[in-house]
């Protein structure tokens, strides 16, 4: 049977009214032609909930932030395992909770 890995966050949730602009997902950079029609396929009817990272200080870390940050850290990933079995095989769900950063190299 084959093993199999999908790594999720729970990055996108249905739109409520909030006053964050950082879950504005219209403001949201793209890599890629296809990751900007995907996300203008859905900015206006979803709201992202954005992974909590945290700084070396622990402070939280925004979203716009990520690249800047991220480029060039150590960090600690927290995260949950759920494993169930199918009729293809093992299962395994890892859920993103949080990113901290141990230190820049």
């Not at 070396?56 to 940050?69: K, R, S």
């Amino acid at each position: 049977m084959p093993l199999r890995l999908r790594c999720i966050n729970q990055v996108i949730g249905q739109q409520r009214s909030v006053n964050n602009t950082e879950s504005l997902m219209e403001e949201w950079p793209a890599y890629t032609f296809a990751a900007q029609e995907a996300m203008d396929a859905i900015a206006y009817t979803h709201q992202a909930i954005p992974i909590a990272a945290y700084d070396l200080y622990g402070d939280n870390i925004p979203p716009h932030a990520y690249e800047e940050y991220f480029k060039g850290a150590l960090a600690q990933i927290c995260f949950t395992l759920t494993h169930h079995l199918d009729e293809v095989g093992d299962v395994f769900w890892a859920n993103i909770d949080s990113i901290h950063i141990l230190c820049k190299v």
